[in-house]
């Protein structure tokens, strides 16, 4: 029997189709706590797909200098290079307050007053999370040390040093606890693949309790919007 969580699948047909709708949505979400509050802060992920939907999100009506901006998770490199998240992110949505997870000379240092930062914007506006087709979620890789603690929903919100399996290896990552601190909660995947893991976590196998994907997905704090395209 399938297991029953908070999750609501949006599924398009094309990829243009699916980060129009995100784009909307989070435009939607952001003006909503605007409209209560001085600041509304975002958190969103690097990588690919991500780089479709913020020219997109840039181009909503919002006030995006009262935006606080920061990633789910960075690689240990330099602010300006070419893997920097924080770079992709501060690039596309120019007009926004774009919190650099590099808050210190060591990643142990950063990602600790990084963590401390955020904590002073929690609850969040919105937190989108991208996923890998290993089942990672920022940067919390299967199997990588210190996974268990970082995926622990009665942990204390912070950040962690991780390790990926592909260079650059060392990153900067949001545990599970920090990553739930939020109003609205989405996760972007494009591709078969993809929704074959999202699927086999659904129905709660044994092979993908393992995942943080699964942690993500059976966490049940509040409903995760799951926008999808081939």
């Not at 929704?195 to 509040?222: N, W």
Request: with cysteine; proline share 8%.
């Amino acid at each position: 029997m399938a297991v029953k969580y908070p999750c609501v699948l949006l599924a398009h047909a094309q990829r243009g189709d699916c980060v129009q709708q995100l784009a909307r949505d989070l435009s939607v979400q952001i003006a909503t706590i605007l409209s209560v509050q001085a600041r509304a802060s975002l958190l969103l992920p690097g990588g690919s797909s991500p780089q479709q939907l913020l020219p997109l999100l840039a181009a909503e009506p919002l006030e995006w200098a009262r935006v606080d901006v920061s990633p789910t998770d960075e690689r240990w490199v330099a602010a300006d290079a070419e893997q920097s998240n924080w770079r992709l992110l501060r690039q596309g949505l120019p007009a926004a307050a774009c919190l650099d997870p590099r808050q210190a000379d060591s990643a142990q240092a950063s990602a600790s007053l990084w963590a401390d930062q955020l904590q002073a914007r929690m609850p969040f506006a919105a937190v989108l999370l991208g996923m890998g087709e290993d089942g990672h979620i920022a940067s919390l890789f299967p199997g990588m040390p210190g996974l268990a603690p970082a995926l622990d929903l009665q942990a204390v919100p912070g950040a962690l040093c991780a390790q990926a399996p592909s260079e650059p290896r060392q990153r900067l990552s949001l545990n599970l606890a920090l990553l739930l601190q939020t109003q609205w909660l989405g996760l972007l995947a494009f591709g078969q693949s993809k929704k074959q893991l999202i699927d086999t976590v659904l129905v709660d196998t044994p092979q993908s309790r393992a995942l943080p994907l699964h942690a993500l997905l059976t966490a049940g704090r509040l409903p995760l919007r799951i926008y999808w395209a081939p």
